[in-house]
Structures are given as C-alpha cells and as structure tokens.
C-alpha cells in the first residue's frame, strides 16, 4: 500500500523537479561542490520531504507549516538558480529555464493545495501568491 504522499500530484512534480535540480547540480564547476552544489540539492531535496512529512496523519495546520517549508525551500532554489545563472556557470539556458518555469508551476500547486487545507487552524505564516506578480 503505497504512503498518501506517493499518491499527491504535487509530491511527484517535487521529485521532477528534484531531478531537474540533480542535472543542473551536475553541471556546476567543482568549486562549487560545497556551496551552491549542496545548497540548491538540499533545498530542492527539502522540497520533497516537507510534502511528505507534511502528508502524514498531521492536522491541517500543520500540513500547511510542512507545505510553507516547502514552499520556502522551493524560492530557495529559484535564487540558487538566480546565482548560477549570474555567475555564468551553466551555458545550457534552456536547463535554468526549465527549472525556472518548473519552480512556477510547483509553487503555485503548493499554494492551492495550502489553500485547500482547513483555514481554522492555520499557522502564522501568510500564503504568497508566486508567479502571478510583477517582481519588486
């Protein structure tokens, strides 16, 4: 019987885009291992496992605490990507787009599935909508 965070949508476009995020990480140069390598790899790994912790016989609010950590490790790896980017260290644009663009669509999946939770018992952090605004 498979565990209720195998069965989310969201969880499985997570592991994509983990997966997309491990490619990009392979690309980096060496002295970036201990960096920007194991940082993006951690927090798109977080992504994964917060949706998974989150899913697991928990209250909706504290579901929707593990999907704000998500979230939160989700925007992490969008600066990652941001710094990669500015500092030249992958020529292939099209890898940084893909993700970029997989980063929007996961964000806003977690927003509405946060959002579908009981709003009773929601924790102190406000939902931000992502993707849909002009940047500051």
Same mark, same amino acid.
């Given at each position: 019987?498979p565990?209720?965070?195998? %069965?989310?949508? &969201?969880?499985?476009l997570?592991?994509? /885009?983990?997966d997309? =995020?491990?490619? =990009?990480a ?7 291992? /201990?960096?920007?390598?194991s +940082? ?10 917060n =949706?998974a912790?989150?899913s697991q @016989? %928990? #209250?909706?609010?504290e +579901?929707?605490? $593990? ?5 939160r490790?989700? &925007?992490?790896? &969008?600066?990652? !990507?941001? *710094? *990669?980017?500015?500092?030249?260290? *992958?020529?292939? @644009?099209?890898?940084?787009? %893909?993700?970029?663009?997989n980063?929007? &669509?996961l964000a806003?999946?977690l927003?509405? $599935? ?7 018992? !929601?924790?102190r952090?406000?939902? #931000? #909508? /992502?993707?849909d605004?002009?940047? *500051?």
């Open positions: 019987m565990y209720k965070f195998e %069965q989310l949508e &969201v969880w499985k997570a592991i994509d /885009y983990l997309l =995020i491990y490619k =990009i392979e690309a980096l140069p060496r002295s970036e291992d /201990y960096n920007l390598k +940082q993006i790899t951690r927090a798109a790994t977080s992504v994964a496992l =949706i912790e989150g @016989g %928990q #209250s909706d609010a +579901q929707g605490r $593990f999907l704000g950590m998500a979230i490790s989700l &925007v992490e790896t &969008v600066a990652c !990507q941001k *710094i *990669i980017e500015r500092r030249g260290y *992958i020529q292939d @644009g099209n890898l940084l787009n %893909q993700a970029y663009e980063s929007q &669509v806003r999946k927003q509405s $599935f946060r959002k579908t939770l009981s709003t009773q018992y !929601q924790v952090d406000e939902a #931000s #909508s /992502y993707g605004e002009d940047p *500051i």
